[in-house]
């Protein structure tokens, strides 16, 4: 579904089109992605020698908080710029280059898709109402309660660290 045969195609730049949704995921065995809404674009560009794709993706995927865990939309926007050369045997081990085999006449973009959808998301993923103060989340009524209690009076100090202030004065000389 997600293979270009490129073979075919005259050398000038070509648009494809692709719809993610939730089972593109279930491929991958990627559960952090619980359903998704995701337009791809790819700019291919075939040249005599190479191929060059630019896959944009943009779209929405369903994502659990990393504080709450509560389930909620996740906006992405991501691209990858990929060159294709051909030679003797397959090889993928560049970020930006991938080698095809020289009779080689289609290319799966699949794995190319997933990168940019994973890397997209956020290292952190954060419901956008504990951003804002509007989720009612017995978890962050928790983590309120477990947050550890401001300093009163920035002059009051622990009498103990009183005492090891006192063996810096306290020296002699």
Same mark, same amino acid.
């Given at each position: ?27 991958? @065995? ?43 939309? @996740? ?76 300093? @009163? ?21």
């Amino acid at each position: 579904m997600y293979v270009i045969p490129f073979r075919g195609l005259k050398e000038k730049k070509h648009q494809f089109g692709y719809e993610i949704s939730n089972s593109f995921f279930e491929v991958y @065995q990627y559960d952090e992605i619980l359903d998704a809404d995701v337009q791809i674009q790819v700019e291919f560009v075939k040249k005599s020698t190479l191929l060059e794709l630019n896959i944009i993706a943009k779209g929405n995927v369903k994502v659990a908080c990393d504080t709450t865990n509560e389930l909620y939309f @996740q906006t992405i926007k991501g691209d990858l710029n990929l060159v294709v050369k051909f030679g003797e045997t397959f090889n993928n081990e560049s970020e930006d280059v991938l080698i095809l085999p020289h009779e080689a006449y289609e290319i799966d973009i699949a794995p190319f898709i997933y990168e940019v959808i994973v890397l997209a998301l956020p290292s952190k993923k954060v419901h956008p109402g504990v951003l804002d103060g509007t989720l009612k989340s017995d978890i962050l009524d928790k983590l309120k309660e477990l947050q550890p209690k401001e300093i @009163q009076n920035n002059n009051s100090i622990d009498p103990r660290w009183e005492k090891l202030k006192g063996l810096l004065t306290d020296k002699k000389v």
